[in-house]
């Protein structure tokens, strides 16, 4: 039983990291994770400083905020240097539209979320 327990951790480790290498998969991905409530493997997404601080209600409160969003795919703009990207997206939630901004920090080869904005167009 500890050995499928065991491979199953390294397969969803495995899994969120090969996700983690494109910034918009990672918002995508991230974003699908808070609509369907899976709060803890979202915050999986985070930057690992953060991820300790968010831990129990810092992050409840973030994934009650953000979940519900619902991207266009044709509304992403992408602003990438070395180690940071800020992506914006155009989302709908509730019926309104809001513009979301991502900023992804790149750790190791893998980008994780460090922040994210939300305004009312």
Known sequence: MYKLLLLSVLTFSLNVSA???????????????LNEGKNEVALSYWLPSKQAKLSGEGFTVIA?????????????????????????????????QSKVIY????RDNVYYVSNIQATNT
Do not use: M, R
């Not at 996700?19 to 994770?33: E, F, W, Y």
């Not at 519900?68 to 940071?84: L, Q, T």
């Open 19 to 33: 996700n983690q290498d494109d910034p918009l998969s990672v918002i995508k991905t991230h974003q699908t994770l």
């Open 64 to 96: 009650h905020f953000f979940s519900g969003f619902h991207f266009n795919d044709s509304k992403f703009s992408k602003d990438c240097e070395s180690n940071e990207c800020k992506i914006t997206a155009i989302a709908n939630k509730d019926g309104e």
């Open 103 to 106: 900023t992804l920090v790149k």
